[in-house]
């Protein structure tokens, strides 16, 4: 089984500030790593995905996020934020095998101040 | 392209009435996904089709029950609704590839 804790629930930053949205996970097994985002009264968007290889992934709108296996994390980050980024942000991760049910963490919701 | 559709956008029940959820996906996708999503907790999971013909209990299945009608479509069913079901419900979908999901724009239910 997996488990997903994301160690901020609420971000508040200021506009053009850089940000980082935290993410812990514990599997027994070998995972795929996602970031979505969900602005207000929407579905969700994937922003970004780890499966293999380099362990720095680009997304979209200027996120990335870096996979560290010896720290089970896997950190969001933007290095400049605008308005349109308030949102809520949700960490999710899925065995490589089987069903690939996503298992995803508590949301951070980030919160941009002019 | 639609991507992930998902009806009524907005519902309210009474205690003890029934509904039914209904989404539908045009990515030929194989896996489909009922969530359920509640301030403070996240998605959970509440049943998933690896394919069409299969369906399977997530985390949290009790209260509801699910169709796999064929492969685009994947309904949820409360049979007797509780104000424990208030929620947001999101449909989602995967060609079990990569693992990456695709999900609808959601269902808002209020259970009075």
């Known amino acids: 089984a997996q488990s997903v804790t994301q160690l901020d ?16 996970y514990s599997s027994s097994v070998s995972v795929y790593l996602f970031w979505y985002v969900q602005y207000p ?3 969700l968007q994937l922003l970004l995905k780890y499966l293999s ?17 010896s720290q089970t ?11 349109s980024d308030t949102a809520e942000y949700f960490c999710a ?4 095998q089987g069903a690939q049910k996503l298992v995803f963490g508590q949301g951070t919701r980030l919160t941009i101040n002019p | 392209n639609a991507g992930v559709t998902q009806t009524p956008k907005f519902q309210v029940l009474k205690t003890g009435q029934s509904m039914t959820l209904q989404c539908a996906q045009d990515m ?8 359920r999503q509640d301030p403070g907790m996240g998605l959970r999971l509440i049943y998933y089709s690896a394919s069409e013909g299969t369906t399977d209990k997530g985390e949290v299945p009790n209260g509801y029950n699910v169709s796999r009608l064929n492969k685009r479509e994947f309904s949820l069913r409360l049979e007797s609704a ?16 990569e693992g990456e999901q ?10 009075l």
């Open chain 2, 82 to 97: 509780a104000p424990s079901q208030t929620s947001v419900y999101f449909c989602a979908s995967s060609a079990q590839s």
């Open chain 1, 93 to 96: 991760v899925s065995s490589i």
């Open chain 1, 41 to 43: 009264n929407q579905g």
């Open chain 2, 28 to 35: 030929n996708h194989n896996s489909m996904y009922w969530y």
């Open chain 1, 9 to 24: 629930s609420q971000v508040p930053v200021f506009e053009e500030a850089p940000v980082e949205l935290r993410c812990n």
């Open chain 1, 53 to 69: 290889g380099s362990t720095l992934v680009k997304g979209i709108n200027g996120f990335e996020a870096e996979f560290n296996k």
């Open chain 1, 73 to 83: 994390s896997f950190h969001l980050r933007k290095p400049s934020v605008h308005i």
């Open chain 2, 102 to 111: 695709f999900f609808g724009p959601g269902t808002r239910l209020t259970v």
